[in-house]
């Protein structure tokens, strides 16, 4: 069988500028440089994020999906959107003051998101009661959604 060759090549810088209004939010002195999975490589080809607080001090991501998150041809896989969620969502509740892990992600696929391109993560604490933080999110760019997820956050034991 013919071997494929792996396309090593760096893709071009990308602009992941915020909105008017979003100040950057510094994921690692809040939780430490542990997430490494979507955030660890941000100039390689997996993603490229960058966080900020919009004026409602909302949680955003915006994110480029490099071509190793590819699943369909040509657009994400369904996992490598839910990961970005799992992380925005889970880093949504800890800029909220919750130290918590995420017990249950429940994500619907909208629209296929083709790769290589910048779309915002959007985020929303909704209820927080005893242990359980509920926070909802999307993948979109202007009207058009990804994904969507809702998010039960659980907070950690003894902290
Ligand atoms: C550290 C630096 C990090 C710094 C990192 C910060 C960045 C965060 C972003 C990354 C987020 C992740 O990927 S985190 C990684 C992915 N997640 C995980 O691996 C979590 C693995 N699961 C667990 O560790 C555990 O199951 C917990 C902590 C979620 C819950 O265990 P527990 O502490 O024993 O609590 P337990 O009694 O079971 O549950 C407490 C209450 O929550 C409810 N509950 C628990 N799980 C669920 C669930 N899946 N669906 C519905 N409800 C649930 C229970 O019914 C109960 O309700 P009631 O009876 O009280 O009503």
Redesign the pocket.
């Given at each position: 069988m013919e071997k494929q060759e792996k396309n090593t090549e760096v893709c071009p810088p990308v602009d992941l500028s915020g909105e008017a209004g979003w100040t950057p939010f510094d994921?690692p002195s809040?939780?430490?440089a542990?997430?490494r999975f979507v955030s660890g490589e941000p100039d390689g080809n997996r993603y490229r994020v960058r966080y900020y607080k919009d004026d409602a001090e909302q949680l955003r991501a915006r994110i480029w999906f490099g071509p190793e998150t590819e699943g369909p041809p040509g657009h994400a896989h369904g996992g490598a959107m839910a990961?970005v969620l799992?992380?925005?969502?889970?880093?949504a509740?800890?800029a909220a003051g919750h130290?918590?892990?995420?017990?249950?992600?429940n994500v619907s696929f909208r629209n296929l998101l083709p790769l290589e391109q910048v779309v915002t993560v959007e985020s929303e604490v909704v209820s927080a009661q005893?242990?359980?933080v509920m926070v909802h999110g999307r993948i979109c760019l202007g009207e058009t959604v990804f994904a969507e997820a809702e998010c039960?956050?659980?907070?950690?034991?003894d902290?």
């Open positions: 994921a809040l939780v430490g542990s997430l990961a799992d992380e925005v969502l889970g880093l509740a800890w130290s918590i892990v995420v017990g249950n992600l005893g242990r359980k039960l956050c659980i907070t950690i034991r902290k």
